[in-house]
């Protein structure tokens, strides 16, 4: 008899048990060998919690009462368990802290997508340690870790969150009009980007012209330069900001993986300054990703620097899966 | 972002960028373009039944113009050409947009029965229009945008049957002459958006292959100009 399972999620049998389980091992002898301690969090927690961290979001995708009328919500990440975990257990640690987790999330999916609504992460959060440091510290990481799971030609994208939010407020875009022009900036719809810009009063041919080819700026160290040269403070600033970063990660020979993607922009909440994305090419989809959240911790009353990461781990597995000699071909 | 894991395909960083082009109306207007950007097409020209041609630095995939999002979501084509109603009606398919190639021009529109008052009566006794489309998250879209509401109907063949056998008051449809609509005694009641065919990319292609679609972005930039 066939009893069904909600879609999105999954059973795992034997075979790709054993695989899951030897990445979920590299990745985390990688992430403890560099100081980063195991933690786990309730997948359940208050509603009201969860949404502290994100505001945008509401919390999560999944939430129900309790015996006792308490609204409660399955996770959508780890980053902001953690921030919650920090502020409540950690609240006088001194000197940064070095978390890392393993967890399965939960978030709502589309109909007909083929999306997971549980999936499985494994990450780290650093929290205490600033820009660049922290940052390049959190790439190493990430670095060693897709090294760790064998996709050597794998690629990090990093960015800046802030970039795009100064630009605009530096242009006099406010309010509903500079939300539009993010919102496709996001999705990366240059034709709407521009319908959009164009729209606006006291954006001029010229200014449009920048922020269009600021988006598509990325490659390695020269892509700072190109920016630079299309001028503004923002662009100043965040340039400055990943260019310590990449300098820092070239110190520590950790730079051959990233490339700098100004167009970069995550949908979540809660970055700021650095993000990061991670690729891969055999893999039409984003593995994982992350970046900096400095006010994230604030929100739950310690005002700490933080920036961390998380990859998605079935994801990984199909891209080592590619990655084998003849993976993607006979199969 | 959230993770999406079926259809996961290949981005593939080795061999020509694959291009998925869409059959049907827009298959003329595209393969001119491509000529004109210096892309070899002969070979898709033929009467080959093939799906897969080689036209010099990039391999040309042909589909159906709907399911270019699909392939392009999923890596298994880096880039790709569709119109831009398709999008539309798939917006939750994460591809970027990278150029409004300018052809293919047409226009999705509210169309009822000439001269019957069937939609405004609809809406005023019953409160709702019974609408007849091939774009049900497009028309639901538009209605609600302006606070209007509608039964959407989704019909995959002839929507211009609809109102005249009275399944639907009205239909939304995607009109380029308006001469299929003349003929069947309909007409536009409103314009929602004009549509053309626009240049798509993967997200992981757009950034792991980065000269080769900007180098490509540029070539059909200039042609489109032309």
């Known amino acids: 008899m066939i009893h069904p399972i909600p879609p999105g999620t999954r059973d795992v049998l034997p075979d790709e048990m054993r695989e899951l389980r030897r990445l979920q091992r590299a990745l985390m002898e990688v992430f403890e060998s560099r100081g980063y301690g195991e933690v786990a969090t309730p997948a359940i927690e208050y509603d009201e919690v969860l949404a502290r961290g994100d505001s945008r979001s509401g919390g999560g995708a999944y939430r129900f009462f309790d015996e006792g009328g308490e609204l409660l919500a399955l996770r959508s990440d780890m980053t902001v368990p953690i921030a919650r975990l920090v502020a409540t257990r950690y609240a006088s640690a001194e000197g940064p802290l070095r978390l890392c987790y393993l967890a399965n999330a939960f978030r709502a999916v589309r109909p007909q997508r083929g999306q997971m609504r549980e999936f499985a992460q494994a990450g780290v959060e650093l929290i205490g340690a600033p820009a660049p440091g922290g940052t390049a510290e959190v790439i190493e990481v990430l670095e060693a870790a897709l090294g760790a799971a064998g996709l050597d030609r794998a690629v990090i994208g990093l960015g800046d969150a802030d970039l795009f939010r100064q630009l605009l407020a530096e242009l006099g875009v406010g309010g509903e009009a500079r939300e539009s022009v993010l919102a496709r900036l996001a999705t990366h719809d240059l034709v709407g980007l521009e319908a959009e810009l164009s729209a606006i009063d006291g954006i001029g041919e010229e200014q449009r012209a920048t922020c269009v080819a600021l988006s598509q700026l990325r490659g390695g160290r020269e892509v700072l330069d190109e920016a630079r040269a299309l001028g503004g403070v923002a662009v100043e600033r965040a340039t400055a900001r990943l260019g310590e970063t990449f300098e820092a990660l070239e110190a520590a020979g950790a730079a051959d993986r990233v490339r700098i993607d100004l167009g970069l922009l995550r949908d979540l909440g809660y970055y700021s300054g650095a993000i990061l994305e991670v690729y891969d090419p055999a893999l039409g989809h984003v593995l994982g990703g992350g970046g900096r959240y400095d006010g994230l911790l604030k929100r739950f009353g310690v005002d700490l620097p933080a920036a961390g990461f998380a990859l998605y781990l079935e994801r990984v597995h199909m891209a080592q899966l590619e990655e084998e000699p003849g993976g993607g071909e006979d199969r | ?226």
Not at chain 2, 49 to 60: E, P, Q
Not at chain 2, 92 to 119: H, I, N, P, S, W
Not at chain 2, 139 to 160: D, L
């Open chain 2, 1 to 226: 972002m959230s993770p999406e894991v079926a259809g996961a395909g290949a981005a593939g960083a080795d061999g020509p960028l694959k291009l998925a082009v869409p059959r049907g109306a827009l298959l003329a207007g595209t393969l001119d373009l491509l000529d004109a950007a210096g892309i070899d097409t002969s070979a898709a020209r033929g009467e080959s039944r093939s799906l897969i041609f080689a036209a010099g630095d990039v391999t040309l995939i042909t589909m159906r113009p709907s399911d270019v999002p699909t392939y392009v979501e999923a890596g298994a084509a880096d880039v790709g050409i569709t119109g831009k109603d398709v999008l539309l009606e798939q917006a939750d398919r994460m591809v970027y947009e990278l150029l409004d190639l300018g052809y293919g021009r047409c226009r999705m529109v509210l169309a009822g029965r000439k001269g019957d008052r069937r939609l405004g009566e609809s809406q005023r006794r019953l409160g709702m229009m019974r609408i007849a489309t091939k774009y049900p998250r497009v028309a639901e879209r538009h209605f609600e945008s302006t606070g209007r509401q509608v039964e959407v109907i989704e019909v995959k063949g002839s929507v211009e049957l609809a109102p005249l056998v009275g399944l639907a008051d009205g239909i939304v449809d995607l009109v380029a002459s308006g001469r299929t609509l003349d003929e069947n005694d309909l007409e536009v009641r409103e314009e929602i958006v004009e549509c053309t065919a626009r240049f798509v990319a993967n997200r992981v292609a757009h950034k792991l292959r980065a000269t080769e679609v900007d180098e490509l972005t540029a070539r059909l930039r200039e042609a489109t100009v032309k």
